[in-house]
C-alpha cells in the first residue's frame, strides 16, 4: 500500500509562488511515475503535470512555463514549484503514483494511489 500526503497549498494573490510538496510512503517509491492533477469546483480533474521514475518530465499546456515538477528520491518527495500564478490556477491539487507503467501518464485512470489534495486559491 502506498500512502501520498500533499501539503503546501495556500491563498496568495495573483503573480505569487508556492510550492507544492507530495511525500510517499514506501520504499519502491523511486520507481513509481508521480503525477500532479487538479479539480476545480464543478470541474473534471484535470492532468498538470508528471515526471517519470526515470525522469522525464510532460506538461500541460496551461501550465508549461510556470510550474515545475521535480522530485528527490532519498525523501520520498515530489514537488511542484507553481510560479506567476493565476485565478484560473484556483483548485483542489493532488499527487498520485503510478506503479504498474501503464502508459498514459496524463490520464487519472493510469495512476493507483491518490492523496487527499490541498487546496490552491489564487486571488485577482
Known amino acids: 500500500q502506498v500512502q501520498l500526503v500533499e501539503s503546501g497549498g495556500g491563498l496568495v494573490q495573483a503573480g505569487a509562488s508556492l510550492r507544492l510538496t507530495c511525500v510517499g510512503s514506501?520504499?519502491?517509491?523511486?520507481?513509481?511515475?508521480m503525477g500532479w492533477f487538479r479539480q476545480a469546483p464543478g470541474k473534471e480533474r484535470d492532468f498538470v503535470a508528471y515526471?517519470?521514475?526515470?525522469?522525464?518530465?510532460d506538461y500541460a499546456d496551461s501550465v508549461q512555463g510556470r510550474f515545475t515538477i521535480s522530485r528527490d528520491n532519498a525523501k520520498n518527495t515530489v514537488y511542484l514549484q507553481m510560479n506567476s500564478l493565476k485565478p484560473e490556477d484556483t483548485a483542489v491539487y493532488y499527487c498520485a503514483a503510478e506503479t504498474d507503467y501503464r502508459g498514459n501518464l496524463r490520464s487519472t485512470h493510469s495512476y493507483d494511489y491518490w492523496g487527499q489534495g490541498t487546496q490552491v486559491t489564487v486571488s485577482s
Open positions: 515526471i517519470r521514475w526515470s525522469g522525464g518530465i
Open positions: 514506501g520504499r519502491t517509491f523511486s520507481r513509481f511515475h
